[in-house]
């Protein structure tokens, strides 16, 4: 099993910044990618960005937040980060943390590719 714990989340107002973090802990040598989806209310979980943990290096990014976010990985302290910037309204939403174990190269922005999932951090933009 393994488990992550997201946290970073909070109120900025258009145009700020906030840093996730999803720390893991558990089996995580069993991971081989993580990401982070996010779902605002009365909407479906998207995938916001992922990475490879491993030796490759693959960044994937859902079209709305390229050259906005950045996924980034500290395998030493199996955390993984999400730096948003230019933050918009259209951003709010609960960001989850996800971790998945197939091996193989995926579309990684893909929610039933995950094993193991967060509880979530609220991120909410004011305009």
């Known amino acids: 099993q393994v488990q992550l714990v997201e946290s970073g989340g909070g109120s900025v107002q258009a145009g700020g910044s906030l840093r996730l973090s999803c720390a893991a802990s558990?089996?995580?040598?069993?991971?081989?990618?993580m990401g982070w989806f996010r779902q605002a209310p009365g909407k479906e979980r998207e995938g916001v960005a992922a990475?490879?943990?491993?030796?490759?290096?693959?960044?994937y990014y859902a079209d709305s937040v390229k050259g906005r976010f950045t996924i980034s990985r500290d395998n030493a302290k199996n955390t993984v980060y999400l730096q948003m910037n230019s933050l918009k309204p259209d951003d709010t939403a609960m960001y989850y943390c996800?971790?998945?174990?197939?091996?193989?190269?995926?579309?990684?922005?893909?929610?039933?590719?995950?094993?193991?999932w967060g509880q979530g951090t609220q991120v909410t933009v004011s305009s």
């Open positions: 990475i490879y943990t491993g030796g490759r290096s693959a960044y």
């Open positions: 996800a971790a998945g174990t197939r091996n193989g190269w995926f579309s990684l922005l893909l929610p039933h590719l995950y094993n193991y």
């Open positions: 558990g089996y995580t040598s069993s991971t081989n990618y």
